[in-house]
């Protein structure tokens, strides 16, 4: 088989011998005057669709070196433009976590104004037994910041809780929605005794049980659910909700009732802790 040595000619070294030879025309044609007219004539034929080949060759190659310096610096702006659209979302962020914690703050100012009488101190809530409830959970204060066992622990508008367990730097709350709680308590405005207890199934429909109401007591709903004073673990006056649903006992003695409680017990991420121990009425 041959060898065909024509592959082996770069077309960059065709165009370079073509050029040399219409330079050298021209120059022949330059220096030739009239005598070289008719070559002259031959050889514009030959060279002007060269000449025009190679300018459009130049203009379509600077066209294509000014897209690409277009692209680059279209590539650049973009660039430059997502580094800032990431700055901004971390600035939106930011605001919002800023306005999150601002309405927080707000919420537990209005709530420490519901309770002047009482030392309080605010935390935040960092952690949660398992369950879609805050029926146990965990605050970033303890001891050192003068918390307690039985401290009365605050959210919302109300009551939340009951410090269990306190160690140096977190305390462990359980809500009063929890299956072990029980709160003594009084109905407003007929001052009715009765009891609050923890049902977490019971929970599920939004509702607290308030039990040993007396059958005789003028209890009706919207009525406002309070801490009692003869409550040995709970400072009195502390808000619970209010009466949505009144019915009475099979024993014809007593009613019971559901309240709707005053705390999202679903989200609770700032409280109020109660600084005061609990005075007994034999202090």
Same mark, same amino acid.
């Given at each position: 088989?041959?060898?065909?040595?024509?592959?082996?000619?770069?077309?960059?070294?065709?165009?370079?011998?073509?050029?040399?030879?219409?330079? *050298?025309?021209?120059?022949?044609?330059?220096?030739?005057?009239?005598?070289?007219?008719?070559?002259?004539?031959?050889?514009?034929?030959? &060279?002007?669709?060269?000449?025009?080949?190679?300018?459009?060759?130049?203009?379509?190659?600077?066209?294509? &070196?000014?897209?690409?310096?277009?692209? =680059?610096?279209?590539?650049?702006?973009?660039? $430059?433009? /997502?580094?800032?659209?990431? /700055?901004?979302?971390?600035?939106?962020?930011?605001?919002?976590?800023?306005?999150?914690?601002?309405?927080?703050?707000?919420?537990?100012?209005?709530?420490?104004?519901?309770?002047?009488?009482?030392?309080?101190?605010?935390?935040?809530?960092?952690?949660?037994?398992?369950?879609?409830?805050?029926?146990?959970?965990?605050?970033?204060?303890?001891?050192?910041?003068?918390?307690?066992?039985?401290?009365?622990?605050?959210?919302?508008? *109300?009551?939340? *809780?009951? &410090?269990? /367990?306190?160690?140096?730097?977190?305390?462990? &709350?359980?809500?009063?929605?929890?299956?072990?709680?029980?709160?003594?308590?009084?109905?407003?405005?007929? =001052?009715?005794?009765?009891?609050?207890?923890?049902?977490?199934?019971?929970?599920?429909?939004?509702?607290?049980?308030?039990?040993?109401?007396?059958? +005789?007591?003028?209890?009706?709903?919207? +009525?406002?659910?309070?801490?009692?004073?003869?409550?040995? $673990?709970?400072?009195?006056?502390?808000?619970? *909700?209010?009466?949505?649903?009144? $019915?009475?006992?099979?024993?014809?003695?007593?009613?019971?009732?559901?309240?709707?409680p005053s705390v999202d017990f679903t989200n609770v991420t700032e409280v109020l802790i109660i600084l005061n121990p609990k005075k007994h009425i034999n202090d």
């Amino acid at each position: 088989m041959k060898y065909d040595r024509r592959k082996d000619i770069s077309p960059k070294y065709l165009l370079l011998a073509m050029t040399v030879i219409c330079i *050298g025309l021209i120059l022949m044609s330059y220096f030739a005057g009239d005598k070289a007219a008719g070559v002259k004539r031959y050889t514009m034929k030959f &060279v002007t669709p060269i000449q025009k080949g190679i300018n459009q060759f130049g203009l379509w190659t600077d066209s294509k &070196v000014k897209n690409l310096e277009t692209i =680059n610096e279209l590539q650049k702006e973009n660039e $430059r433009l /997502e580094k800032e659209l990431q /700055e901004a979302k971390l600035k939106i962020n930011s605001y919002q976590n800023q306005l999150t914690e601002l309405a927080s703050l707000q919420q537990l100012y209005q709530l420490d104004t519901l309770y002047p009488d009482y030392n309080k101190t605010a935390a935040h809530v960092f952690a949660k037994d398992a369950g879609s409830w805050f029926s146990v959970f965990y605050i970033d204060k303890g001891t050192k910041d003068g918390i307690f066992e039985g401290a009365n622990v605050l959210c919302g508008e *109300g009551l939340t *809780g009951i &410090v269990t /367990e306190c160690y140096d730097d977190y305390a462990k &709350v359980r809500a009063i929605i929890d299956d072990t709680s029980y709160v003594s308590c009084r109905i407003l405005p007929s =001052n009715a005794l009765c009891t609050v207890e923890g049902n977490l199934s019971q929970f599920e429909d939004g509702y607290l049980l308030v039990k040993n109401i007396d059958i +005789d007591a003028s209890v009706t709903v919207g +009525d406002r659910v309070v801490t009692s004073t003869i409550s040995d $673990r709970y400072h009195p006056g502390l808000d619970l *909700g209010f009466i949505s649903d009144i $019915r009475n006992d099979s024993n014809n003695l007593t009613m019971t009732a559901y309240i709707t409680p005053s705390v999202d017990f679903t989200n609770v991420t700032e409280v109020l802790i109660i600084l005061n121990p609990k005075k007994h009425i034999n202090d």
